[in-house]
């Protein structure tokens, strides 16, 4: 009798040989589909992983993970096993230097502020909402407006459920917007000030839709973490530059390419059987740039990702004292052309 494990693979082949006839999704689909038939045994997941996945790197920006295609059932199915192993302590690991320096961004960036208003986060890709609510509990007085950015409307049900119930406890104000526009961003603002409490705020939506709505400088510090891997090598630079044009400063927080992040992750997502989980996480490692690829300010933080800073350009004046501030920004970064 097949296990729930196996009929689960054979449903998703069923669905990618389905979308393999849209043209648009063929190869993607072929590469998925490679990656399934694989994952039905160990020994043939171990080979794929040696032999066929290295090979996919070399045109890595065409590998799109099951959770990019428009299946929605496994798009459900992969994020929420992240949500819920994101709540363990070795996923926590695997963020812990992402919270630790965007909260050091965040009060280097009160400080140059230094005029109480809260310091205005925009999280693009924010998932279930993981990183900012660890970002909240190690902030715990610093005035701050966070608003969250997902396109798949999975994430943000998995982020309400997570937030809304500090709302009710009265411990932030938590709110659902429809777009991120100047105007929403300052009534939040306003709120934060008004209830002297932080302010969390998702939007369902496509952060290639943001720079419509949201004029330069409204916006303090950009940040994503773990999305630049679902997004095509052409969007890449298309998103660097609606962060440079947005915000004075932006932290990307990814993953590099080494054997032994894939090695964690195959043990981690094998053992809690979630084939969808287990794609993401592994077709995301090959899309992963390697840390010899890294350029501008950039920071390795254990243990396998790196964060970069993007800074912006003519959102404040280019004078002395913006000079300084870019300088305690980038303390403890590397810098490479
Ligand atoms: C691997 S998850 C990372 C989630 C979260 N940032 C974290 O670190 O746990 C990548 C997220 O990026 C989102 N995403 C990808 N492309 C997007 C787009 N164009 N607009 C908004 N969100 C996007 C996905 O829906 C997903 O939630």
Known sequence: MATKRAREIQEIISDLELLKLDSKYREAAEINIGFFKAARSVFSFIHWLFFVGPKLRKNRESILELGDLPLEKWQRRGYKGLASIERHRFAGMMSSGFVRELSQIILKMEEIKDNNEPVVVLDLGFGGGYLGRRVFEKLLDVP?????????????????MVFRPLHKAGE??????????????DTLRWEANDASKKVLAVCLGDIFDLDKYVSPGKIDIICHSRVLHHIRPVDRSRL???????????????DCYGFW????????????????????????????????????????VPPFSYVRLIFGQDIYPQDEKWQTATQTLVKGFSFKD
């Open 144 to 160: 701050l407006v966070y608003v969250g950015v997902d396109i798949i409307p999975v994430n943000l049900e998995l982020a309400k």
């Open 172 to 185: 932030i104000v938590f709110r659902e917007v429809s777009v991120v526009s100047d105007e929403v961003i």
């Open 240 to 254: 660097a530059d609606i962060c440079r044009r947005l915000s004075p400063i932006t932290v990307e927080m990814d």
């Open 261 to 300: 992040f894939k090695f964690w992750a195959i043990i981690a997502t094998w053992a809690i059987s979630n084939p969808a989980l287990l794609n993401g996480a592994i077709l995301s490692c090959f899309r992963d740039p390697a840390k010899e690829e890294l350029t501008g300010y950039f920071k390795l």
